[in-house]
């Protein structure tokens, strides 16, 4: 009995975390003598967690029940509080789980070279080993007040990270900008949490499925008020505009944590979505206000990010552009491709960042030249090409405008992107055999795209809501209004701004360059609101 005790999924779950948390809390004086050491620790507790997913995943073929959530102190009582600290064993949370898992250990093991002889290399193992034990708490919730707490603690050691280089201003002045944008989401989660446990009377994400399900929000401005508080937890936590400046500005912290901060913290705001996506979507205003703000984001981001001439300050622009496109996503209701994205953006954001090092070495490698821009007309035919690859693939897998009508802007931005492909072709002038590569290429991406999106529709249908297979002249107008905006970027990206000699043009680089100035009243407000001092001096360590 005990042991069964022992080895159940809701205990397995949590060793990963547990174990990152005792490394964690090791004396800093004996982390920073034998720092080695510690990041060994580091990835093997991280790496423990994958070998806990693929255990629970083997158990789970034997398992009925598609989503479990297990109480951690046995509560009693029929209160929301007896629904509190407790984890949830599903194929949503062990999924997250085991990317959180390996992106902490290749965190690790790049700290371990990246920072050698460094005098408090010892302590930064120590803070990376709690900040991904926080937020592996994060992602494993089962309910609203355990998530909220550990991302609490999240921020808490990603803050000692972000300030690693304590005697650097800069580090202590995005830090502080970022530590009032991070309270004030934790204050909206924070109240959502209240009225939500008072409202539905359970604070478990499953609770708050089945309290949706029987139709208790229609009519409580309490649970259409929390839902709106979780959009604005999830606006403020990814870096969306306006309070985007934070996530471009934390480049003065080692490269590996702007690896674990662009690759898997700042993801929290999406997973609380996914998690509480029923309350949202009957809520609807709520996810209109999520795409709203994400496809502004997006075209930001997308048009600044091109600009840029520093390599760490374009991934920055590509992370705040790619959470907008999540968020458009999830505005859709496409959950199902959001969690997909959101592990693929993962995979590449932890390479592009770890690897940014030996980007000067490719820059340096001859490119062919190009003949010049995509003229309009070029771009319009390689665009029409794109579509029909995309949709005609997309219909050989049984995906239709007509079963899922918001597929009509996840195809359009998909054949955007296939052109972009096909317009590189164009532009460099390539020949008849290479162009049908490029069209093979095309067709291939679009086989994997459509086919990933079947088989995450299968094996997430137990937690995430399928895509809506309705839509009336709201849904229409706002997938009419995604596919034009995507349509817009791609023509300025392809067609305007390489290589441009209009005037308007040339201010316009300058000004997408500062980020059209956007974060400078907003930071001023930030030290209105939250004055502070910064000293150009080294921090005891802590």
């Known amino acids: 009995m005990m042991w069964d005790t022992l080895l159940s999924p809701g205990i397995l779950i949590l060793v990963s975390p547990l174990l990152l948390g005792i490394v964690g809390l090791l ?18 507790a991280s790496l423990s967690g994958v070998l806990v997913v693929v255990v629970l995943l083997l158990a789970a073929l034997t398992q009925s029940s598609d989503v479990t959530t297990y109480q951690l102190f046995g509560a009693q009582g029929g209160d929301a509080w007896a629904s509190a600290f407790s984890v949830m064993v599903d194929s949503l949370s062990l999924t997250i789980l085991a990317l959180v ?37 994060v992602v494993i ?8 707490l550990a991302i609490i603690l999240t921020g808490t050691g990603l803050n000692r990270l972000l300030t690693y280089y304590s005697q650097r201003q800069p580090a202590q002045m995005v830090a502080h ?21 008072f409202a539905a009377g359970t ?92 496809l502004v984001t997006v075209t930001l981001a997308s048009l600044a990010m091109l600009t840029q001439t520093a390599i760490k300050s374009s991934l920055a622009w590509s992370t705040a552009g ?85 597929l009509l802007a996840l195809g359009t931005i998909l054949s955007v992107a296939l052109a972009q492909l096909l317009a590189s072709g164009q532009s460099l002038g390539l020949g008849s055999a290479l ?38 002249v709201s849904e229409y107008a706002l997938i009419v209004l995604v596919a034009a905006v995507f349509l817009g970027l791609s023509f300025l990206q392809s067609v305007l701004i390489p290589g441009s000699t209009a005037p308007w043009l040339q201010r316009l680089y300058v000004h997408l360059y500062n980020g059209l100035y956007i974060d400078l009243p907003v930071e001023r407000l930030v030290y209105r609101i939250w004055p502070a001092r910064f000293r150009g001096t080294h921090r005891r360590a802590a």
């Open 435 to 472: 162009w049908l590569r490029l069209g093979g290429l095309s067709a291939l991406v679009a086989a994997v795209y459509f086919g990933l999106h079947s088989l995450f529709a299968h094996l997430y249908s137990g937690v995430l809501s399928p895509i809506p297979h309705t839509a009336g």
């Open 203 to 294: 604070l478990s994400f499953e609770g708050l499925a089945a309290a949706v399900s029987r139709g208790e929000l229609v009519h409580n401005w309490q649970l259409h008020l929390a839902a709106w508080l979780i959009v604005g937890y999830a606006v403020l936590k990814t870096g969306q505009f306006p309070f985007h400046g934070w996530l471009l500005q934390v480049m003065e912290a080692p490269t590996p944590v702007s690896a674990l901060l662009h690759a898997g913290i700042v993801y929290s705001g999406p997973i609380l979505i996914l998690r509480t996506h029923e309350l949202l979507l009957a809520d609807g205003i709520a996810l209109v206000l999520l795409l709203l703000v994400g």
């Open 141 to 148: 919730a089962g309910d609203l007040l355990t998530f909220a």
């Open 177 to 197: 900008k970022k530590l009032l944008f991070s309270r004030g989401a934790d204050a909206c989660l924070l109240a959502a949490t209240l009225l939500i446990g």
């Open 27 to 44: 004396p800093d004086r004996l982390a920073n003598d034998c720092p080695l050491r510690m990041s060994r620790l580091v990835q093997a």
């Open 101 to 137: 898992a390996l992106l902490t250990a290749l965190v690790a093991r790049f700290s371990t070279q990246y920072l050698l002889g460094d005098a408090r290399h010892g302590s930064f193992f120590r803070w990376l080993a709690l900040t991904a034990g926080a937020f592996m708490l």
């Open 322 to 406: 790619q959470l907008g496109f999540m968020l458009v996503e999830l505005g859709l209701g496409l959950f199902v491709l959001a969690l997909l994205h959101l592990l693929a953006h993962s995979l590449y954001k932890a390479h592009a960042f770890l690897s940014s090092g030996s980007i000067v070495d490719q820059l340096r490698a001859p490119a062919p030249a190009a003949r010049g821009p995509v003229t309009a007309g070029q771009w319009l035919a390689v665009l029409a090409a794109s579509a029909l690859v995309t949709f005609g693939v997309a219909a050989l897998w049984g995906i239709t405008p007509a079963t899922e009508p918001a």
